[in-house]
């Protein structure tokens, strides 16, 4: 009898259960249901970190497991956030509306004006544009969160694949498909309010606006997703299609030589991705409160890249380690929580040097730690490179110069 998958990969379960005790443990710290030793605020930005280490798990698999170096994984993200947020703008502006009105109950249509003017009277309209149609059934935005990420990745990537569009100019198309959503979605005729974003996804409607309930509650949503995230990744990456996936990383031409679909493998991890991706924004920025265009700027998707190779590439406890990681000593360093430095001559902010920092930690990690954080696992662990034994695979090039210079 074939051992199970669980059984071939206990590192999941390892995984798995770090996740539990960890999930259990800010629970029972948490002002909702614990001691009250976290705060609401730490509780929220826990729960950030986890949709964050989702989104660097999507980003390993396209990258780290596949070669697709994408810069626009950020762009699904902000997408998965818009569509859950329309959804939570709407129904929390119906409750105001509904809330303020007086006298004889309102008509459907004189609902949908007084809602179109709460929400976009801040850019200057007061109707509601036609893809808000769907916004006040949480259903459908649901399924949107899926859906429309999930269609653009297939279109982008079905025009790039099969153009064979490989290396840095498959890298700067993405690039180019972030920065334009990005600018488009600045418009305030875009439908999405423009500069001034979605705000106020903080709140449940019809639940409710205790948010030290409301943060445990999208903290316990952010574990799952990222449980479940986790174990769909690994299965992805076992197995003969993670052995595809590998080969299409490493030598591309070789193995569609080998008469494997290169552009079908590389399309469904792209379009899987941007899914995973959109999913983790969608659980995101209901604990953040607000999206705008900035948080879809290519700048973010590189920084995604950043975490990925710190954490370590190609491996997905490293792509967790690294986002999990920069993600929380981010927020002390740029939250004002790390003391300044006084040098003398000169006094270091890190609100200022953060991103410094953090450029340089990508550079020596890419220089002398390619394995990122995830090393010390192995390190910890006693984990070494498999040895290859069988018959050798020919003579070197340099022996067979020396025979030809005998001769």
Known sequence: MKPGFLAKNPSVLTFLAV??????????????????????SMVKTLGKTLCLCLIALAMDLV?????????????????GGYMIGMWLM?????????ASATGLPMT?????????????????????????????????????????????????????????VTGVYLSILTQAMT?????????????????????????????????????????????LALGLGYLLASFVTSGKFGSVMRGIRDDEARVRFLGYSVEGYKLFVFTLTAIIAAIA???????????????????????????????????????????????????????????????????????????VLLGLSFVLVTLFAPKGLSGLV???AGLRPPKRGGTPLGPDDGSLQEKEAEA
Do not use: C
């Open 63 to 79: 990258w780290g497991y596949t070669g697709i170096l994408s810069l626009g994984h950020f762009a699904f993200f902000g997408l």
């Open 281 to 355: 924004g969608a659980l995101y920025y209901p604990q953040a409160g607000i999206i705008n265009p900035a948080e879809m700027a290519p700048i973010a998707s590189i920084y995604l890249a950043v975490w990925v190779a710190i954490g370590g590439r190609g491996r997905l406890y490293g792509a967790v380690m690294g986002a999990a990681f920069v993600s929380l000593v981010s927020t002390w360093f740029t939250g004002g929580r790390a003391p300044d430095l006084n040098l003398g001559f000169y006094t270091v902010k890190w609100v200022d040097w953060w991103q």
């Open 108 to 164: 459907p249509q004189e609902m949908s004006d007084a809602i179109a003017t709460q929400i976009f009277g801040v850019v200057g309209s007061s109707e509601l544009p036609a893809i808000w149609h769907f916004a006040g059934s949480l259903p459908m935005q649901l399924i949107f969160v899926v859906l429309i990420p999930g269609l653009l990745a297939f279109v982008f990537g079905w025009l790039a694949f099969r153009s064979r």
């Open 179 to 223: 920065l334009a959503l990005s600018l488009y979605l600045f418009q305030n005729d875009s439908g999405l309010r423009g500069n001034n974003g979605l705000s106020g996804l903080q709140n449940i409607p019809g639940l409710t606006d205790n948010q030290d309930l409301l943060s445990i509650w999208f903290f316990w949503a952010s574990a």
């Open 378 to 380: 192995d390190l910890i």
């Open 19 to 40: 996740l539990a005790l960890f999930t259990l443990g800010v629970t029972v710290l948490s002002h909702a249901y614990g001691t009250e030793y976290l705060s609401t």
């Open 90 to 98: 709407y129904a929390r502006t119906r409750e105001i509306v509904l």
